[in-house]
């Protein structure tokens, strides 16, 4: 592991980003965090940090945990999540299923509005639904293929058919959506509080930026955005318009933009912050131990259905070849990242599908194989002298590791280049690159190797493994495996539960097994700090934090 160099410089940048958080008076603010109330907002105001600049605010194109926590306040779809994943009604106040399951009819409330006041109708979550298909919208969405369950969608995405009409989705009535289905779908319910099935409001035709100022980001959710001020800082105020006003509780949602888990962590013990962590910001691993002891009882960890790991370009040397990206694999110490670097409680994986998502009788992970592959020094090196052999490698081209800017996203990358560097003799680069770049960078396959997670996006494996299709938006490995992409075409189509379960087994070997696409790393744990005096605030099953509910006491 690489040592921290000019210790004083370090200080120093550490408090200048802090003076960008101080509210005012932190010069002369010495109690401690855990100091009683000391600190605590006079109003009903929430503080937080985005570690990164949220790259949009369109539901139809997000892709990333940044954004969706601000669209998650700022939007609402048909039904919403509860804290256990559960689905509890939203825009829809009631809903039918057909007995085949192929039939959705959802009921609107007519008291739903958007934030300008104009009622929220049926006709916008269909034009929602079809803009994100719309084979012609520029960029296209990288969730379109999250929509494709919908009858005829993936047909009129992909231009064979023409007319959107012929899409399962159609607002029959101003307040009633009929959707049919391809298949049955068991989890398609819990779709509906999925980002991009979120409604827009009709203005947003014409104008490409709507989603970047607030006089034109119309929201129907809980809260709407009052500024942005890029780089700098996001807040949002209650939407006297939505239909459960009378359940939000805070007014104001303070949301700073820092990429430092130091001065994060140092705002928050100066009370500049009531909420400090995963999934919007992070605490230092190596101030964890010092965490514990002081705020130990403001500290929550809990595991959550998230993967961390590296993606692979499988179209870039070296990385083309299976027998080195499988050496790669095989040639890091998991056990020793999660002890010595992380910290938190995290669990080494071997593995996509992470634990806590839902298999057929108990979870899916307790009821397929947990390990793919394993840490293994010799057998790495072997299948790296056959890989190097079949490219006719003397040496191996130089690597390059990219992840988002990010303290302990740093850490984790300067070990496992040295591991590399150690084990494989590899020449391995590390470069950190600013959210939007590196997304676009990891989308446009500009890389070798990336820094990767994800969480799911409904409790079921399907959330983790229709993602490497070849035509999935959110396939940024280059990987395009027939086999792979009928085993989750049988998934979609199956009635049997079990079968559905098998076929998805099936294809998360290939991709971690056979093909070592990507490379897990280990199953996220969630480490958030919480100020006494915040209430109701929730971490989800998979690590999204709701403060829609919250309030200060």
Aim: hydrophobic share 35%; charged share 25%; net charge negative.
């Amino acid at each position: 592991m690489r040592k921290h160099k000019k210790l004083l410089l370090l200080m120093t940048l550490i408090l200048a980003f802090s003076s960008v958080l101080a509210a005012c008076g932190a010069n002369n603010n010495n109690e401690s965090a855990n100091n009683g109330d000391a600190g605590k907002p006079k109003d009903q105001v929430f503080r937080m940090n985005l570690a990164s600049e949220p790259p949009t605010l369109d539901p139809g194109l997000s892709q990333d945990n940044t954004s969706n926590t601000i669209i998650n306040a700022v939007f609402e779809g048909l039904v919403r999540k509860g804290e256990d994943g559960t689905e509890l009604p939203g825009v829809a106040e009631s809903w039918d299923i057909s007995e085949d399951g192929l039939k959705y009819v959802f009921h609107l409330r007519q008291d739903a509005k958007w934030s300008n006041g104009d009622p929220v109708t049926a006709n916008d979550f269909e034009y929602a639904w079809k803009r994100v298909l719309d084979p012609n919208l520029t960029p296209a969405s990288p969730y379109t293929y999250q929509l494709y369950y919908i009858k005829n969608a993936e047909a009129y995405n992909g231009g064979d058919i023409k007319d959107a009409s012929e899409v399962g989705v159609k607002a029959t009535d101003d307040y009633t959506l009929e959707v049919t289905l391809e298949n049955p779908t068991p989890y398609f319910l819990s779709l509906m509080s999925f980002q991009t099935y979120f409604p827009v409001h009709s203005s947003i035709e014409g104008n490409p930026q709507w989603a970047t100022k607030p006089d034109t980001l119309i929201g129907n959710g809980p809260f709407k955005v009052s500024q942005m001020v890029k780089g700098q800082k996001i807040e949002l105020v209650k939407n006297d318009q939505y239909w459960d006003t009378e359940s939000i509780k805070l007014e104001k949602v303070e949301m700073s933009i820092v990429n430092s888990a130091a001065t994060e962590l140092a705002s928050y013990r100066n009370n500049e912050l009531d909420y400090a962590g995963h999934p919007t910001g992070n605490i230092p691993t190596d101030q964890l131990n010092a965490v514990k002891n002081e705020l130990g009882d403001q500290l929550e960890i809990k595991g959550i259905a998230t993967t961390y790991y590296y993606v692979f370009n499988t179209t870039e040397e070296p990385f083309n070849n299976v027998n080195i990206r499988k050496a790669f694999s095989m040639a890091i110490d998991r056990n020793a990242i999660v002890e010595k670097i992380t910290q938190g409680g995290q669990l080494p994986a071997f593995g996509f599908v992470p634990p806590g998502i839902k298999g057929e009788n108990d979870e899916y992970r307790n009821e397929v194989s947990d390990a793919y592959f394993e840490d293994n020094l010799e057998e790495a090196k072997k299948l790296l002298e056959q890989g190097m052999s079949e490219e006719g490698y003397t040496t191996l081209p130089e690597v390059t590791i990219i992840h988002n800017s990010d303290d302990n996203h740093k850490r984790i990358a300067l070990a496992i280049a040295d591991m590399w560097k150690n084990n494989l003799g590899a020449n391995v680069k590390v470069q950190n690159q600013e959210w939007g770049v590196f997304l676009k960078n990891r989308d446009d396959l500009n890389y070798q190797v990336a820094r990767s997670g994800w969480g799911a996006d409904y409790n079921d494996p399907m959330s983790f493994i229709d993602m490497w299709v070849s035509n999935s938006g959110n396939n940024d490995a280059g990987f395009n495996n027939e086999e792979y992409d009928q085993l989750v075409r049988g998934a979609y189509t199956t009635n049997d539960n079990a079968e559905r379960m098998e076929l998805m087994a099936q294809a998360e070997k290939i991709l971690v097994e056979e093909n070592q696409v990507i490379m897990p790393i280990y199953y996220y744990s969630s480490v958030s700090l919480i100020k006494p005096w915040v209430k109701n605030l929730h971490i989800d099953y998979k690590g999204d934090i709701d403060f829609t509910r919250a309030y200060i006491e």
